[in-house]
């Protein structure tokens, strides 16, 4: 602490307003704004700093005071298929206008205690320093991939990504229980940009005030000393944040609640659920992969199609026509779900999720078995724990292939090994419960900050 410009939080005496600053993508605005109303029930007031592109509702929040930063990110500059492109504009175009807003939003605000931003908007950190306004970084992701990405340089300098001395099935040595696979999908061509955009955020969370994770204790427990000696930042692990408000109001698509009432007409516990996030995207041979997988299973399932999940498609015009005819009402297909009321529904026994990591907690606190796929950025990280570490869930090993596919999905709904997976997570949940009832949420945080 002593090394931070900022002034510490609890030494601003009218210290009632919080500003929170979301990264404009799906899986980051949920734990945001989730975060926001929480400490509104804490009354704190509230002000979100927001970009045009991906912009939350401000009428599903009329508790909160909205600000449209005037000249940022915008719908026609994004490239919605390169999510790396994007968070590098964050950090470079939108700085500017970021600070003229965040400037002015200081200037008649003067009840402002601290800003809480995304860990990924490395820059805008910077200019909270400046502005001299005591910053927080919420980091939306698992402990876990968190200190994978702080080993990249170390596997870069070892030759993991040029892949001459190694093969996918290998160990990787300096992370485990990570295999040289599970790495792979960073690409040689983007390796440069990735790790100095990983060690921006990282050192940006190094300088913060205090670092919020969205997870919690019990799952993350074998990493934490390793994360306390990497970090003398003090952290505060908080979450998962959904327990408290759910992510529907801050969904930037239109959920169809249709599939509620197809759930409602199914078995307990007899559907699959199959959503691959806001961000993959697939190619057709995947795609046929997953639907032939899903019509081998026999078993009822609910599939999320996002327009755009294969590139250049309407909708669903590269699922096989076949498919369609065979599954026929043992699916059903929405564009987007209502995702927390999906899992909760007693319909359904598993998640084929893409190891997303709100997605990954909304599926251990509802109680749900996973099958893991991945396709970018913490998901690798996040499917390997979920196989090897944690156990919650079935990786597929070999990507999109209807075979293994099928057999994951009998082993989670049908066998004995669905049904362990089950028990494993009522006890985790109940240690979760127990815990938030002995620190209550802001427990470890009040104690420093508020
Ligand atoms: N989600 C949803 N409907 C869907 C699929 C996802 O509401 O059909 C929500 C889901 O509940 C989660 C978020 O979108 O809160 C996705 O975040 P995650 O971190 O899992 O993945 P990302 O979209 O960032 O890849």
Known sequence: MEDNPSKPISQHTKAQRVILFPLPFQGHMNPMLQLANILHSRSFTISILYHQYNSPDPSKYPHFSFHLIPGGLSEDQADKDDPLHLVRLLNTDCIRPTRDCLGKLLSTHDDTACIIMDAMMYSSQAVAEDLGIPRITLRTSSVCSFLAMATLPVLRDKGYFSMIDYRREDPVLELPPLKVKDIQAIRIE????????????????????GLIFNTFQDLEEPNLANLYEQIRTPTFLLGPFH?????????????????????????????????????????????????????????PFLLVVRPGLVQGSEWLEFLPNEFLEVTGKRGCIVKWAPQQEVLSHPAVGGFWTHSGWNSVLESICEGVPMICSSFLGDQMVNSRYINDVWRLGIKLECGFERDEIESAIRKIMLDREGQDIREKLVCLKKKMDLSSKTDGFFGPIAKRFI
């Open 190 to 209: 983007n390796l440069n940009d990735t790790l100095k955009i990983v060690s921006n955020m990282l050192e940006g969370t190094k300088t913060a005030s």
């Open 243 to 299: 327990r408290f408000f759910s992510a529907a109001s801050s969904s930037l698509l239109a959920q169809d609640r249709s599939c509620i009432s197809w759930l409602d007409t199914q078995k307990p516990n007899s559907v699959l659920y199959v959503s691959f996030g806001s961000l993959a995207a697939m190619d057709e041979n995947n795609v046929r992969e997953v639907a032939w997988g899903l019509s081998n299973s026999m078993q």
